[in-house]
């Protein structure tokens, strides 16, 4: 039986030789040249031969790729299927000079004949089987051999790539181990999930950033490969919480009990301090005001903790930790030491130099694939509902992460503006935050980035005070954008790419929700951008940094 496995060539001579053969299985490849050379074998009258694409009992030889003209002695078959093969037309030649056709023995002269010619028959019989099945495993062994050399190259080319050049690139989704989580589809990427070197980055690395499916876009539109993330939908599940519990009694003495001095940042929820230890390791943890939890259950921020823990993307700042003791909640993250987008943009100081064009490209790149993230992959989608340059986290090689996802549920308790200049018009009304009202702020995130303006700056003109209403009616004026870039570009930028970008903030900022672009049109746009840029992410990183120490 050598069916099913796409042979092709002509049927090897050595088949005459298999005299002793009463079944052949042959469906289901591409043979080709003619078929005389199965003629005298004893099958049976060929009622057992299978030779069609579908499995048939008998007579049928059709729907292969034979050629040359049909024995005599398959043409005494009753209603022999010869149709969908490539048959010559006319009268056969007759044999070479020379040359007697051997026709079969019927049966009952096989039966009459003596012991020692059955004898003979058997030695010859058997070494024409050793031969025909060594010829037929040497035909599967070179078929193997050449779908195995056909075979697409691996995607681990990617990572060898990133090997010889000494790159901490992102691991591709292929290679990852990926689990299942219980929390309503949320897939959990790998602990050892990498974020891009930039300094030793190239563009291929900065366009596979791994934004994993779990089901479609609204739009219909997704940047990442549907097909790659099904097929580890098979994965182990798990409902353990990833985030680390910590003491009470630790996170005070780490943050010196919480003195002023170690305050990072106050929010719409709580504080955020940095907690050092002595092994010289940094965390941020955001002390969650008491007021969010009065009248609910202990259970609340289980629950809270047990949804953010299965968060993971490389740009978002992931949950490392927990506390709730004494009726003290807080929530723990790794410590970014070059702070937020916000200050970069507009907290300028000794230590710090301001971020290159490219480097701001690839911030809205890695910014938008983490809400594509929340938006797209994680079902149900994730709103975040506080989308601002504060929130946005840079780590030593300026890749963006953002923080403060999860929390829309406290927002909504809330009357405090979440950001003065990001909220978009539908947002006076809190029930009609969409997922769209967060790509309004990524669009505000977006203007600071290009005019390295705050989305409100009271010391500006009046006319000039509201980023969106000043920066609207220029985006389309190819002119006026050049006198809308961050000044502390120093006229460092390809000027090609800033309509371009100035399209897609268009698109973020359309006051109309429905006009707005989706999140996953936003990153694939921006993705495009990138690749028009060609960035020198090793002149970025030496370019834009910030070199004191002292506080870290």
């Not at 949804?307 to 970014?336: R, T, W």
């Not at 989706?518 to 495009?528: K, P, Y």
């Amino acid at each position: 039986d050598v069916s099913n496995n796409q042979l092709s060539d002509k049927l090897p001579n050595s088949f005459a030789n298999l005299t002793n053969l009463n079944t052949l299985h042959l469906q289901n490849n591409q043979f080709t040249g003619s078929i005389n050379v199965l003629t005298d074998l004893p099958l049976n009258d060929l009622e057992t031969l299978h030779l069609s694409v579908t499995f048939v009992s008998c007579r049928n030889v059709e729907n292969n790729e034979f050629t040359g003209w049909i024995p005599n002695e398959l043409k005494g078959i009753d209603n022999l299927k010869t149709g969908g093969n490539s048959w010559s037309t006319g009268p056969a030649p007759p044999p070479p000079p020379g040359v007697q056709h051997r026709r079969r023995p019927a049966t009952e002269e096989k039966k009459s004949e003596g012991p020692k010619k059955s004898l003979q028959n058997g030695l010859i019989i058997a070494f024409s089987c050793l031969g025909g099945l060594a010829l037929l495993l040497l035909l599967l062994l070179m078929f193997a051999f050449t779908r195995r050399r056909r075979s697409p190259p691996p995607s681990s080319l990617f990572l060898d790539d990133d090997k010889m050049s000494g790159r901490k690139g992102f691991t591709p989704l292929h290679s990852q181990e990926l689990g299942a989580e219980s929390y309503v589809g949320i897939l959990k990427e790998p602990k050892d999930f990498k974020s891009m070197d930039p300094g030793n980055g190239d563009i291929k690395s900065l366009l596979k950033s791994p934004s994993m499916g779990l089901r479609r876009s609204v739009s219909g539109r997704v940047s990442f490969s549907e097909n790659e993330f099904a097929n580890r939908l098979k994965g182990r599940r798990s409902t353990s919480v990833q985030a680390v519990p910590y003491s009470l009694a630790d996170l005070q003495k780490s943050t010196d009990n919480f003195a002023p001095g170690r305050l990072l940042g106050e929010g719409t929820i709580g504080r955020v301090y940095r907690a050092k230890y002595p092994d010289g390791k940094v965390l941020a943890v955001k002390k969650i005001d008491s007021s969010h939890f009065q009248g609910q259950k202990p259970e609340e921020f289980s629950k809270l903790v047990t949804n953010i823990s299965k968060l993971h993307h490389p740009n978002i700042a992931e949950l490392v930790g927990y506390c709730s003791e004494q009726g003290h909640n807080m929530l723990i993250h790794d410590y970014f030491r070059n702070g937020s987008l916000h200050e970069f943009l507009h907290l300028s100081d000794d230590f710090s130099k301001p971020l290159t064009w490219n480097t701001r490209v690839r911030i809205a790149l890695g910014v938008s694939r983490a809400i594509e993230y929340l938006h797209d992959v994680c079902s149900p989608s994730i709103v975040h509902k506080n989308i601002k340059s504060s929130n946005i986290l840079l780590d030593l090689e300026l890749n963006p992460h953002l923080s403060d996802y999860g929390m829309a549920s406290f927002h909504l308790r809330t009357s405090q503006n979440l950001g003065m200049g990001y909220n978009a018009p539908e947002c006076a009304q809190p029930s009609a935050y969409t997922l769209k009202s967060d790509v309004y702020s990524f669009g505000v995130v977006m203007l600071e980035l290009l005019t390295g303006r705050m989305p409100l700056d009271n010391q500006r003109p009046r006319s000039e005070q509201c980023l969106v209403k000043w920066a609207r009616p220029q985006l389309h004026d190819n002119d006026a954008l050049a006198g809308m870039v961050d000044p502390a570009l120093r006229g460092l930028y390809p000027p090609k790419s800033l309509p371009p970008f100035a399209d897609i903030v268009a698109l973020c900022i359309q006051l109309d929700p429905n006009l707005r672009s989706s999140i996953a049109e936003v990153v694939q746009a921006l993705v495009r951008l990138v690749q028009q840029s060609t960035i020198n992410m090793r002149e970025d990183l030496s370019a834009s940094c910030r070199t004191n120490d002292s506080e870290y």
